[in-house]
């Protein structure tokens, strides 16, 4: 006949399972159906990192935004406004040797004139 330990076996082992399908009910969400929602997610965080590789940079979206603005700092005002002074000074006296020029070129036609005519 059975033994007791062997009958005290089997209900510690049948108590076992039963208690281990029980709390695989309690699993709401199946190996599956987890397995396929990681999968999706995944696919979906792939999407956004090539994304965020196409994007721009601060550097780029700090230089579009001043290319929009088209705002310059004191600095490189200052700067160009001393080339522009700068400048200016060069045209004004390339125009007072020209000036100075013209002036001796008429001169010296006055001269060649009158000489030409006998005078």
Known sequence: MIDFEVLAAFAILGLMMVLAFKGGRNNPVTTGRLANDLHKTKNKLMVIAKELEEA??????????????????????????????????????????????????QRIEGFLIKKALGS
Do not use: F, N, Q, Y
């Open 56 to 105: 721009a940079t601060k550097a780029d979206l700090e230089a579009l935004r001043l290319e929009i603005t088209g705002s310059a700092t004191s600095v490189e005002v200052k700067a160009l406004s001393d080339k522009v002074t700068t400048v200016c000074t060069k045209v004004d006296g390339i125009e007072k040797a020209a000036d100075r020029t013209e002036e001796a070129v």
